[in-house]
C-alpha cells in the first residue's frame, strides 16, 4: 500500500513547474459580434400577402447580437486558463414578408377578422449573462501567442424593444398593434461556441480572435425566429492588471 503512495509523490516532485497550480489572474474586457442561423416561427395571427410567399422572405435569416464583457481570468498554467464574469448581450431580429407587407391580426367580430398590414417587425432583446470559458494558449518565448477558446454563457433576458413598421398606404392612425401581442424571446439562453485568436503583448495585451462554431442550445434569443443554425463571430478583448507569475 505504501509503494503506490510513494510513486504518486515522486510524479509530483518530478511534474515540471509549468503545471504546478500556482494561479496567475488578469482581467479582461472584451467587446463582440456573433450571429446565428434562424428559422421563422409559425404564428396563427400572421399570414403572407399570397399564399405561395413566405413571411420571412429568405430561408437563410441570421439573429445577430452584440456583446461587452468585463472577466477575471485565471491562469492556471501558463498554457491554460478559466474565466468568468460578466456580459451584456443584445440581439436583434428582423421580421419580414417576400412581399411589401403581410397581415397580421387585429381582433375578430362575429365572422369577421381584422387584419393589420406590417412591412417588418424589428425586435431587440438584451441579456444580462454569466460566462464561463476556458482558454488553451500556444505560449512560447515569443509574441504573438496564438490560442483557442471554448465557453458557454447564461443569459437571462432583461428587456425587450419591438418596432413595428406598418404599410403607411394601408395603414389606420387611429389603430396601432400592442407591443404585448408581439411575442418575445425566451427567458433564458444558453449559447456555446468556440474561437481561435492571437495575443499581443504579456501583462497588458491585446487580442483578436474569430469565433465558430457559434450555437444556441437552449432558447431563443428572437420572439420571431427560432435560433437554430450554426453562427460565428469576432471578439476583441484588452487584458490587464495581470499578475506576474512566480515560476
Not at 79 to 102: E, I, M, P, Q
Not at 216 to 245: I, N
Request: aromatic share 16%.
Amino acid at each position: 500500500m505504501k509503494r503506490p503512495i510513494f510513486l504518486a509523490v515522486m510524479l509530483l516532485c518530478m511534474m515540471p513547474r509549468s503545471f504546478a497550480i500556482e494561479p496567475v489572474w488578469a482581467i479582461n474586457v472584451s467587446a463582440g459580434f456573433d450571429f446565428v442561423g434562424a428559422t421563422q416561427r409559425n404564428f396563427d395571427f400572421i399570414r403572407a400577402f399570397r399564399s405561395n410567399e413566405t413571411i420571412s422572405g429568405a430561408r437563410d435569416k441570421t439573429i445577430g447580437t452584440y456583446h461587452l464583457s468585463i472577466m477575471p481570468e485565471c491562469y492556471l498554467t501558463d498554457k491554460f486558463s478559466l474565466s468568468t464574469g460578466l456580459r451584456v448581450t443584445s440581439a436583434g431580429s428582423h421580421f419580414n414578408s417576400d412581399y411589401s407587407f403581410f397581415y397580421f391580426k387585429a381582433k375578430e367580430e362575429g365572422l369577421n377578422t381584422y387584419y393589420f398590414r406590417i412591412n417588418s417587425i424589428q425586435q431587440e432583446n438584451v441579456y444580462v449573462g454569466v460566462p464561463l470559458e476556458f482558454r488553451f494558449t500556444l505560449r512560447g518565448d515569443g509574441r504573438p501567442s496564438p490560442y483557442f477558446r471554448c465557453g458557454t454563457t447564461f443569459n437571462f433576458r432583461c428587456t425587450t424593444k419591438s418596432t413595428i413598421n406598418y404599410t403607411k398606404r394601408y395603414h389606420d392612425p387611429t389603430a396601432s398593434i400592442d407591443s404585448k401581442d408581439i411575442p418575445t424571446a425566451d427567458n433564458f439562453t444558453l449559447p456555446v461556441y468556440c474561437a481561435a485568436g492571437c495575443q499581443f503583448g504579456h501583462h497588458n495585451s491585446f487580442s483578436v480572435e474569430i469565433t465558430f462554431p457559434y450555437l444556441v442550445l437552449a432558447g431563443s434569443m428572437s420572439g420571431m425566429h427560432f435560433s437554430d443554425g450554426l453562427g460565428g463571430g469576432l471578439r476583441m478583448t484588452y487584458q490587464f492588471l495581470k499578475t506576474k507569475s512566480e515560476n
